[in-house]
């Protein structure tokens, strides 16, 4: 089937899971992270050109492509640091005023977020942000529930957004895991 013609059935591929390590460079203040796929985060502290890098925090995520099943067309997402649902802590921001002028159906809204320094990375566009958002929500055509996923540009402050970070592929199933 053509890719332009196909309804794309998304299904994830080359899952691999890690770490997100965020070090900050006490010389210059610079906060920066990066996936690793190491058993344990690195926590020792190095020299790179000017920078003084610190361990400051680690966590647990993944890193996949999506696959169509019916036309193979795959989507690869290095940009995408994670996914962060929001829960409305900042009333100032947009994501936050999205999700308070829902309608009657429920909605949960993620924000896709990409790796630090901002100014320095490429993030995902909004193609790759809404067949992210088809997907996770082709399981969910039986709920009552939505999905909607928006690009961190949205965050008033991102340094400041306690949003809770989506750490394993299954925490948006509506169905209980079958073994991998």
């Not at 053509?2 to 070090?23: A, Q, R, S």
């Not at 020299?47 to 680690?58: A, K, V, Y």
């Not at 002028?101 to 790796?115: D, L, R, S, V």
């Not at 320095?120 to 942000?129: A, V």
Request: hydrophobic share 30%; with cysteine; proline share 3%.
């Amino acid at each position: 089937m053509p890719e332009g013609d196909c309804l794309h059935e998304w299904k994830m591929t080359d899952v691999n899971y890690g770490f997100i390590v965020t070090e900050k460079c006490f010389h210059c203040g610079k906060i920066s992270n990066y996936f690793t796929g190491e058993q344990k985060p690195p926590f020792e502290e190095y020299r790179e050109g000017e920078h003084f890098w610190n361990f400051m925090d680690s966590y647990q995520t993944f890193r996949f492509s999506l696959k169509c099943s019916k036309c193979s067309k795959i989507i690869d997402y290095p940009e995408l640091a994670g996914l962060k649902m929001c829960i409305d802590c900042d009333k100032d921001c947009k994501v936050s005023q999205m999700m308070n002028n829902q309608t009657a159906e429920k909605i949960w809204y993620y924000i896709a977020f990409g790796f630090l320094p901002q100014q320095e990375r490429k993030y995902l566009n909004q193609q790759k942000i809404k067949e992210l958002e088809n997907y996770f929500n082709q399981r969910r055509k039986n709920s009552k529930t939505k999905i909607v996923i928006v690009s961190q540009d949205l965050v008033k402050n991102f340094n400041r957004c306690y949003s809770e970070s989506i750490l394993d592929k299954d925490m948006l199933s509506l169905t209980v895991p079958q073994g991998n």
